[in-house]
T-cell receptor
Framework: DTAVSQTPKYLVTQMGNDKSIKCEQNLGHDTMYWYKQDSKKFLKIMFS???????INETVPNRFSPKSPDKAHLNLHINSLELGDSAVYFC??????????????FGPGTRLTVL | AQSVTQLGSHVSVSEGALVLLRCNYS??????LFWYVQYPNQGLQLLLKYTTGATLVKGINGFEAEFKKSETSFHLTKPSAHMSDAAEYFCAVSPFGNEKLTFGTGTRLTIIP
């Protein structure tokens, strides 16, 4: 059973289009994240949701809009795609702990290519 | 604010040789420290983590890391490299009580037969 899954695995699209990436976790976690990994492998957090509420928003352009319909899902919608959005997007999840830190489990990634 | 510096974007070692991947961190509060591994075309997998307590942490696949506060370091080692260790390795830091992970830029480990 896949703990954190993402769809699609690959996404190729034209500039200006709108696209969505879906993430689901079956670990019963209450916190989910989106990370972006650029062409140089630099990995940076974009968003974090806890119990469907936005917790972290790392000054990401507002063309990116995360949506969490429930604790197990965190989708990422991107409007007006730009060349610089080409990257691998990783979803992750964890169970929040007061005053502590639990392991984040990562999905397999979605490789987005904007032409 | 916190940051992570990984010295050496590429490291090559011979099979059977010692693996040493360097990580230095900066954190204004006591840090939690992590090493993740990424195999080609796959997501990140946790190798090991330091939160509190014993400063020498053992992880999966024979890897271990030692938290040295005086040196602000968390270097990853493995006594004997195996071909299957070839991957990208990421060091990450999170300030105490905060779930935000800040990653280093990664080190690509190549194993020479």
């Amino acid at each position: 059973d896949t703990a954190v899954s993402q769809t699609p695995k690959y996404l190729v699209t034209q500039m200006g289009n709108d696209k969505s990436i879906k993430c689901e976790q079956n670990l019963g976690h209450d916190t989910m994240y989106w990370y972006k990994q650029d062409s140089k492998k630099f990995l940076k957090i974009m968003f974090s949701y806890n119990n469907k509420e936005l917790i972290i928003n790392e000054t990401v352009p507002n063309r990116f809009s995360p949506k969490s319909p429930d604790k197990a899902h965190l989708n990422l919608h991107i409007n007006s795609l730009e060349l610089g959005d080409s990257a691998v997007y990783f979803c992750a999840s964890t169970q929040s702990v007061s005053g502590g830190f639990n392991t984040q489990y990562f999905g397999p990634g979605t490789r987005l290519t904007v032409l | 604010a916190q940051s992570v510096t990984q010295l050496g974007s590429h490291v090559s070692v011979s099979e059977g040789a010692l693996v040493l991947l360097r990580c230095n961190y900066s954190s204004s509060v006591p840090p939690y420290l992590f090493w993740y591994v990424q195999y080609p075309n796959q997501g990140l997998q946790l190798l090991l983590k330091y939160t509190t307590g014993a400063t020498l942490v053992k992880g999966i696949n024979g890897f271990e890391a030692e938290f040295k506060k005086s040196e602000t370091s968390f270097h990853l080692t493995k006594p004997s490299a195996h071909m299957s260790d070839a991957a990208e390795y990421f060091c990450a830091v999170s300030p105490f009580g905060n779930e935000k992970l800040t990653f280093g830029t990664g080190t690509r480990l190549t194993i020479i037969p």
